[in-house]
């Protein structure tokens, strides 16, 4: 009784204070939580087991866009999703999804639970939570002032999930440190991953993405930079951060058949025969045009399980209900071609886990090409605003690889650009700097970029960083306030405006420019 | 003139913008008129240190650190050699302990370094982290003013260890903390000096707001086949902004 009385106290609470954070237009993504927490602090554990599943994401990029797009998915199945959608993904941001979707005669109004977790937080949440199915993006590194290192983050996954009763994981192969996760455990694993032969067969007019880096003639050599030193020169465009390159179980360097970015690829170690593991889901035959379009190859043995029922929600305790062994029965392989409104290469790996572990709960592929199609990208994720009849690009931010991500999506675009650039280095965004030099700012040396606004409470460090990557002076502007760097932006002459901004500025820029243009706001809630 | 640049373990220990460290260092040899040769030297790589003006070391993680820190078995001898001709070095973080005598763990096992700075590192509780300021040290700080207009006595950047640093009597420290932990945020010192070598905890990278300490560098390098050279300035008012502006948020 007692755990009753603190769960609805805590209930009471946290809708409280979502009020008074919504009377303040203030977003309360997570303080209703850490309230109601101090009130219940196992509210998370008492909670999770009405869900007949709870599915967790988590890795260094791409959670919130996959999280975003299962939940689509599941939801055009017509499944109800309860979910931390607005990116607060550590224990008081899931606490805040969970009580925001519990009525207050004490059930749940959701039956599946969606939760992506802060890589740092899955210690705490996967105890409370308990998910029966586990989703890896991938690990690159990001804010080593919280997570030191990587192999500490992946150590903390490793432990989180060994503690799982009953786990399913669905794993992207082609990184090495997040499929390494799946070997030795007892649990079930399904891996997903990006074919060699990703160019398409596409129609005439749609652009052929390159994966690969390096091969791209676009990037770095472009620009300026031609009269280079070749020492420096090599310094500016070489090195693409890549973690992992040695083998987690032997301390081998591992070899490469074929990289996609960073440590993404097909790989092997020639001392203990770790490798890429088969995959169960592939995606081949990229083409990018005004969509995103891929085929995935889907083995048989997958998605052929016991899929979750529509059926009327259970009240009852998750317990109750089996999880469905993945049959090991081989059906022929098949084709799934989808069309996705995003852009970018990385998203290709996006869409493949949430269609992963959206054929695996039984999702039907006919839901999932008509659903896809409708997606629309969460708040900095490549969003799209019309500003004075122009297109202003809002992407976010955080670390080298996924930085060099939106580079290569900006840079292979026509036309003349202008950026506002803004760095803060507030906890959330990571108190250290230092990973903007290992990012490849040196593309934006490339003449369609006319003018580069460094903004945010680190625009003097990134100014800096630009000068040596190689961006002329008279393109570097400092304006580190968010409205002024805005107005310096709308004021520039070129074709198309982005603004790049750690996860601190995103929200603020979001409204500004939203304010600004009013135009094609694309926003998934 | 022409400036010979080894960066060693570029695969290895590049945790922190490490990269940025030597693109800095090459470019402002570069802006100069100094042709530079950049050779990048890891583990299998047997190379004559002495042969180089400047030897650049990063940080690295645990598994990483732990495959330089047996290479480092055969290597050290020969780095030790070209420290002590007047090769001018920078380590920073992780590479600054592994150069050390030894760093002893938690649990008391002691793992033997190369010696080449007289200091030992011991495994701390906490992590010693945040924006950094220093004084640099008396004697440093006149012949960082050399090749500049505005002289500069301030070091800024980001630490982020647990390890604590102490440091023998043979060696002096690189600065003074004025705000933030430094070597083990108890003596009040940080990094170290030893001839033309040098050890510190600061990221940022550690030169890319102290440009003063970068053209020290250079120039020390430069000494031991040129004797005293004459850097000539550079326009630096975005460096020395990015300086001023953390100093002032940390004063």
Known sequence: MTAWWRLNSALLISRLVSGTCRLFRYPGTSLPGVIALKICPDAVSLMAPAYDRVIAITGTNGKTTTANLLAHFLRAAGYSVAHNSLGANMLPGVATALFRDRRLRGQSSSRIALLEVDEGSVGKVFAAARPDLVVVTNYFRDQLDRYWELERTTALLREAVARLPRVSLVLNADDPLVAAIGQGQAQDARYFGVLKDIQGSGSENSKKIEAVHGADPEIGSAGPMDGEPAAIAGLVNACETREGRFCQHCGTALTYNYFHFGQLGDYYCSNCGFRRPALDYAAWGLSESELLGMSITVQGRSGSGEALSASKPSAGHRSAISIRQWSASAAAPRQLKLNAPLRGFYNVYNILAATAVAVEMGVGDPVIQSAVQTYKPATGRMQEYTIGGRHCILALIKNPVGANEVLKTLIQTAGSKALVIAINDLAADGRDVSWLWDADFACLAHPDISKIICAGLRAADFAVCLKYAGVPLERIELVPERAASLRRLIAQPADKLYVLATYTNLFDYAKLLGHRGGGTEQNAH | ?251
């Open chain 2, 1 to 251: 003139m022409r400036i010979r640049v080894c960066h060693l373990y570029p695969d290895l220990l590049n945790l922190y913008g490490d990269r940025g460290n030597v693109l800095i260092f090459c470019r402002r040899a570069d802006w100069r008129g100094i042709e530079v040769q950049l050779d990048q030297v890891s583990l299998p790589d047997r190379v004559k240190f002495s042969d180089y003006d400047y030897i650049f070391v990063g940080g690295g993680a645990d598994l990483e650190q732990g495959l330089v820190s047996k290479d480092l078995e055969q290597k050290g001898p020969l780095l030790i050699d070209a420290v002590e001709q007047g090769v001018a070095l920078l380590s920073i973080c992780g590479g600054y302990q592994l150069l050390g005598r030894y760093y002893r763990a938690q649990d008391g096992a002691t793992l033997p370094g190369v010696g080449l700075f007289d200091l030992y590192t011991e495994a701390g509780r906490r992590r010693l982290k945040g924006n950094i300021l220093l004084q640099l040290a008396p004697e440093l700080q006149k012949e960082a003013g050399n090749h500049r207009e505005e002289e500069l006595g301030t070091l800024v950047g980001f630490e982020n260890h647990s390890g604590k640093t102490f440091l023998g009597h043979s060696v002096r420290p690189l600065a003074r903390t004025i705000r933030g932990h430094g070597n083990n945020g108890e003596d009040g010192t940080e990094g170290v000096s030893y001839k033309n070598a040098f050890g510190t905890y600061l990221h940022g990278p550690f030169l890319s707001k102290n440009p003063h300490f970068a053209d020290l560098l250079i120039a020390r390098a430069l000494s031991r086949r040129h004797g005293v050279v004459d850097l000539a300035p550079l326009d630096d008012a975005l460096e020395i902004n990015a300086h001023r502006v953390m100093e002032g948020r940390l004063r």
